[in-house]
């Protein structure tokens, strides 16, 4: 779904993204993960268009990205930034209907279609109790569901998530990544996420890119990249990793800051 080829970025002279090639297919969830500052949120505004890349080649479904209009890529691609922001009297209702816009002429009204999709996207996500709530009035997890439900509300192909799980407490980390996992297996959409808990990643995810420095470090399955030398390398720290019988991924054990 997303491919990019050697693609650099730089703020200034300073270079950030170095010649990085990433595989993203269709139907899975991938998440970068490494360090601050290694250049995460910077890939996901290349792939996104919001960050100019110095050179390389960035494709969606093997089109190059800068060739999609603005209307198409609204209908397939969302994004949710670390801290999106709607005004404060946006109820959730009022935030999840604004993704049918996409779909709307200047001079039409949201129809039957719109609303019944409006209102699947506020139940799979779990916020029903809610949708009449003014978005000030949620708490973190809530309104990080309510967001979920605009993107999905916009029927994309692919959902991009930087740090979805950001100042949430480990009830509302797993409720928000189960939702992602699910709209992943039943409604077939790609994700693309930025985690920092490295087994969240693990659990969640099919394929993992770790970066280190704006270069990808290690690539591939959890059980590929979670091991302690590239967790060692990349983070700087030592870890225990243990793949048991019961669980499908490996689980890391945070042990002390290596030396
Ligand atoms: N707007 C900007 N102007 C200048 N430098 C920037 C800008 N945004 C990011 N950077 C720099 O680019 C580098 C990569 O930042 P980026 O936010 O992509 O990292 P990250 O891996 O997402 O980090 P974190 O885990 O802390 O969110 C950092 O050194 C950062 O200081």
Redesign the pocket.
């Known amino acids: 779904m997303i491919k990019t080829k050697k693609i650099h970025v730089s703020?200034?002279k300073?270079k950030?993204i170095d010649s990085v090639d990433i595989h993203i297919k269709e139907g899975t969830i991938n998440t970068l993960i490494?360090?601050?500052?290694?250049?995460?949120?910077?890939?996901l505004?290349a792939l996104t268009q919001q960050k100019k890349i110095d050179s390389g080649e960035i494709f969606f479904k093997q089109k190059p990205i800068q060739s999609l209009s603005s209307m198409y890529w609204a209908k397939n691609v969302t994004y949710l930034p670390?801290n999106p922001k709607a005004p404060s009297d946006y109820t959730v209702w009022d935030l999840v209907s604004l993704s049918r816009n996409a779909y709307l002429k200047w001079y039409e009204r949201l129809g039957r279609k719109d609303y019944e999709i409006i209102e699947e996207s506020i139940r799979k996500t779990n916020i029903q109790d809610h949708k009449y709530k003014l978005l000030s009035e949620l708490s973190g997890g809530e309104r990080q569901r309510a967001w979920i439900a605009m993107a999905l509300a916009q029927e994309p192909e692919l959902i991009i998530l930087?740090?979805p799980t950001t100042f949430l407490d480990i009830a509302y980390q797993f409720e928000v990544l189960e939702i992602v996992k699910e709209l992943n297996e039943k409604e077939n959409i790609t994700v693309l996420m930025?985690l920092?808990d490295l087994n969240h990643a693990a659990k969640y995810s099919d394929n993992i890119v770790l970066?280190k420095a704006?270069k990808v470090f290690a690539e591939g399955t959890p059980r590929e990249v979670m091991n302690s030398e590239n967790i060692r390398a990349a983070f700087n720290i030592e870890v225990k990793v243990q793949h048991d019988e019961e669980h499908d991924y490996p689980l890391i054990y945070p042990i002390k800051k290596a030396v």
């Open positions: 703020y200034g300073k950030i490494g360090p601050n500052g290694s250049g995460k949120s910077t890939i505004k670390q930087d740090e930025v920092h970066l704006g």
